[in-house]
């Protein structure tokens, strides 16, 4: 069970132990996924309809999109940013999953709540993405920067990137799009959290059961769940961010159609409703649903797998230390 859990059997785990598999468990999820995040960061930054009923615009829908930037761009366009975008998996999983094991526990030792409630998991899932974000902020700007472009490249490596960004728009541009990202990342990580412990405890096994094997791909179907729940509520923060993101960096999106500059998010917010309606706050929701169930669910998947492995390497020990005849 994902958190501080006073009822589970064995040695707890330890908060480096934690950051090792929520980093993990990032940074394989990334690599799976990062076809959707690009798809999705297109159609975010797309001015014109995303529809096939609207010839105007470049995209319209996820298998032309995905025809065209292989045409245009290669295969390896799918994974433009990744560098970055795995640095801030490995980064966001480590300590997100950190923070929450830690204030779980917190909440376990110096409040009469009980650690595996919904509720506490979503405030702890809450303050857990919300210092995340904080620390890696720089890195979700670098990775969305490398996914908007198209050829020819602005930057030609992550060293580029960071060195032009820094000389022409200063530091602060590395958290472009920051207080939407706030706003957002709060009710997202804590509905992933709390649906996800909705529905282990709705899928787990009777107690009479016995050990299942099934445990780990449960971890997959409830974190897909909650994945996708959590998305489609605070969609709109994040198509936010990504236009801010790419504020001063016009010259890279002449190709993909017509570009605007936002002098902050409320300004943000009334050009996309005043000129693309309230569909334009949901602009790639679709790569963004199956990117959010296959992200969320492999990240606790693999969070809960790498935690497995850990506990088993530390129970192992001492069991062939019990059998073996010089310890009786």
């Not at 010839?55 to 995905?66: D, V």
């Not at 009980?114 to 993405?129: K, P, Y």
């Amino acid at each position: 069970m994902v958190g501080f859990d006073p009822g589970s059997q064995g040695v707890p785990l330890s908060p480096q132990e934690a950051a090792f598999a929520g980093s993990a468990a990032g940074m394989v999820t990334r690599a799976l996924v990062s076809p959707f995040d690009v798809l999705k960061i297109r159609f975010q930054l797309q001015i014109e309809s995303v529809s096939s009923k609207m010839p105007e615009g470049k995209y319209k829908g996820l298998f032309q999109a995905s025809r065209c930037i292989l045409s245009e761009e290669g295969i390896s366009a799918f994974w433009k940013g990744h560098i970055p975008a795995q640095l801030l998996s490995i980064c966001f999983g480590a300590v997100q999953f950190t923070s929450f094991e830690v204030l779980t526990k917190l909440v376990h030792n110096s409040t009469p709540f009980d650690s595996q409630t919904s509720g506490v998991h979503f405030i702890c899932g809450g303050l857990a993405a919300v210092s995340a974000t904080v620390a890696c902020q720089p890195l979700d700007m670098l990775r969305t920067r490398f996914a908007a472009q198209g050829e020819p490249k602005v930057y030609r490596s992550l060293r580029h990137a960071v060195w032009t960004m820094w000389r022409s728009e200063g530091v602060l541009t590395f958290y472009r799009g920051l207080s939407p990202t706030l706003i957002a990342v709060f009710p997202y990580a804590g509905l992933q959290f709390s649906f996800y412990n909705v529905f282990k405890k709705l899928l787990a096994p009777p107690p009479n059961a016995g050990q299942s094997g099934g445990g780990n791909w449960r971890s997959l179907v409830c974190g897909g769940g909650a994945g996708m729940i959590s998305k489609t509520v605070t969609y709109p923060f994040d198509l936010f961010k990504k236009r801010l993101q790419v504020g001063g960096f016009e010259s890279a999106r002449v190709t993909f159609g017509q570009v605007r500059n936002y002098r902050g998010v409320m300004d943000c917010v009334t050009q996309i409703a005043k000129e693309e309606g309230a569909r334009g706050f949901f602009k790639g929701l679709s790569p963004s649903l199956v990117k959010a169930a296959l992200s969320t669910g492999f990240t606790f998947f693999w969070y809960e797998v790498f935690l497995n492995i850990m506990r088993d390497l530390k129970h192992e020990p001492r069991t062939k230390g019990l059998k073996d005849p010089k310890h009786r």
